[in-house]
C-alpha cells in the first residue's frame, strides 16, 4: 500500500518521499511532473493542477493525505470504461445540490447567476436552478417528449475532456416550477429583468417558442461554434 505522510504541492510540506510518490502516481497517469527528483517544483504543480481540473472547478495545486486529490491519484485503473473525472458528473443533472449545479456553469456565468438567484429572493421568490448542465442523453430524451426544440443546446456545452461547462441555466421558483402561478406571481417577469441587469440573454423573450425559465451567456447564433468546442 502506497501513502503519503503529509501534504504536496503549493504550500504543502513536500517531504522528498512523499513528492516522490505524487510524481510517480502522476507519471503513471500520463500527467508528467517533470523529472522524479523528489522536488516539488513547477513541472510537478502544474501536472498536479491538471490532474485535479478534470475533476475540480478551482484546481488548488495541493496533493493531501486522504482527500479527493489523493483518492483519485493512487486510484488504479486508468483505463476505466468511464475515466474518473467523469464519474461525479453522471446522473440526473436535475437533482444535483444547488452547489453542483453550479459548478457546472461556465466560470463567467456561475457570478451572473448567483447574483440573479440573489436578487429574485431579496425580491420575495425561492428561486432555484432547475437545470445548470446536462448531458447529450439527457438533451435527447427531453426533444422526444417534446419539451424542447434542439438535439443541441447551450445546457450541453463541455470542456473538451467532456467535463460540464454549461453555458445556460434554467431558473425557477421551487413553489411554483412551471405551473400558472410562475406567470401570475410575476416570476417569470422578475426572471428576465434581473437576467438582463446581468447582460443574459432570456428564453421568454424568443418569438414562438418562449422558455421562460431559460437564461443564457451568448446569442443564439453563438451555438454553433460552442457545439464545435465542445467536441460534439
Ligand atoms: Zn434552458
Same mark, same amino acid.
Given at each position: %500500500? ?13 517531504? &522528498? ?13 500520463? #500527467? /508528467?511532473?517533470?523529472?522524479?527528483? =523528489?522536488?516539488?517544483? $513547477? ?12 475533476? %475540480?472547478?478551482?484546481?488548488?495545486? *495541493?496533493?493531501? /493525505? ?6 483519485? *491519484? ?6 476505466? /470504461?468511464?475515466?474518473?473525472? +467523469?464519474?461525479?458528473?453522471? =446522473? $440526473? @443533472?436535475?437533482?444535483? /445540490?444547488?452547489?453542483?449545479? +453550479? ?19 431579496? &425580491? ?6 432547475? #437545470? ?12 422526444? &417528449? ?6 443541441? @443546446? ?7 475532456? =467532456?467535463?460540464?461547462?454549461? #453555458? ?12 400558472? %402561478?410562475?406567470? !401570475? !406571481? ?12 446581468? &447582460? ?22 453563438? +451555438? ?5 468546442? !465542445?467536441?460534439?
Amino acid at each position: %500500500m502506497i501513502g503519503i505522510i503529509a501534504s504536496v504541492g503549493v504550500n504543502g510540506k513536500n517531504h &522528498r518521499n512523499d513528492v516522490l510518490v505524487v510524481q510517480t502516481l502522476l507519471k503513471a497517469k500520463a #500527467y /508528467p511532473p517533470g523529472p522524479i527528483d =523528489g522536488v516539488c517544483g $513547477d513541472a510537478t504543480i502544474g501536472a498536479i493542477c491538471k490532474f485535479q481540473a478534470g475533476f %475540480m472547478p478551482y484546481p488548488d495545486g *495541493l496533493v493531501e /493525505p486522504g482527500r479527493p486529490t489523493w483518492m483519485r *491519484l493512487c486510484a488504479v485503473g486508468g483505463h476505466a /470504461p468511464v475515466p474518473a473525472r +467523469l464519474l461525479e458528473w453522471q =446522473g $440526473d @443533472s436535475a437533482l444535483w /445540490p444547488a452547489e453542483k449545479k +453550479l459548478r457546472s456553469l461556465h466560470p463567467r456565468l456561475r457570478p451572473k447567476i448567483v447574483a440573479v438567484l440573489a436578487a429574485l429572493k431579496k &425580491r420575495g421568490f425561492q428561486p432555484k436552478i432547475f #437545470y445548470g448542465w446536462r448531458s447529450v442523453a439527457v438533451q435527447l430524451q427531453l426533444f422526444q &417528449r417534446g419539451n424542447t426544440k434542439v438535439k443541441f @443546446s447551450f445546457h450541453n456545452a463541455q470542456k473538451p475532456d =467532456g467535463t460540464p461547462l454549461s #453555458y445556460a441555466a434554467d431558473i425557477v421558483d421551487s413553489r411554483f416550477g412551471w405551473d400558472a %402561478m410562475a406567470q !401570475s !406571481s410575476g416570476f417569470w417577469k422578475a426572471l428576465g429583468e434581473e437576467a438582463k441587469k446581468e &447582460r443574459l440573454y432570456w428564453g421568454g423573450d424568443w418569438a414562438g417558442f418562449r422558455d421562460w425559465a431559460h437564461v443564457q451567456l451568448v446569442e443564439n447564433s453563438e +451555438l454553433g461554434r460552442i457545439k464545435k468546442e !465542445s467536441g460534439l
